[in-house]
């Protein structure tokens, strides 16, 4: 299984981003896929997933602002990013989960992981 993040840029804050991720080499669409991302010095934390019928999971700091999405035809995951903030610099990570099931929030959950592309939202 391959994963590639890409979609990132530097932006103003208030402004969007749209982060896609291509999978390739494995069964995409019974599986659930998520965002993560990590800033200089800090863990990686988790920022939404979705499962393979749409069911969705957000971190609180991105509820209302972010959304997730998947097209399952085009084995293609989704992260619209609006509203974004300085806090939301990070590399951000596509990930697929170790198992069917829900959306859930742990990295070691995770088994693939693409590359990383990077945010930068200036003030």
């Known amino acids: 299984v391959q994963l590639q993040a890409f979609g990132g840029g530097l932006v103003q804050a208030g402004g969007s981003l749209r982060l896609s991720c291509a999978a390739s080499?494995?069964?995409?669409?019974?599986?659930?896929m998520g965002w993560f991302r990590q800033a200089p010095g800090k863990e990686r934390e988790f920022v939404a997933a979705i499962s393979w019928s749409g069911v969705t999971n957000y971190a609180d700091s991105v509820k209302g602002r972010f959304t997730i999405s998947r097209d399952n035809a085009k084995n293609t995951m989704y992260l619209q990013m609006n509203s974004l903030k300085p806090e939301d610099t990070a590399v951000y990570y596509c990930?697929?989960?170790?198992?069917?099931?829900?959306?859930?929030?742990?990295?070691?959950?995770?088994?693939?992981w693409g590359q990383g592309t990077q945010v930068t939202v200036s003030s």
């Open positions: 080499g494995g069964t995409f669409s019974s599986y659930v």
């Open positions: 990930a697929r989960k170790r198992s069917l099931g829900v959306p859930t929030t742990t990295p070691q959950e995770y088994a693939y």
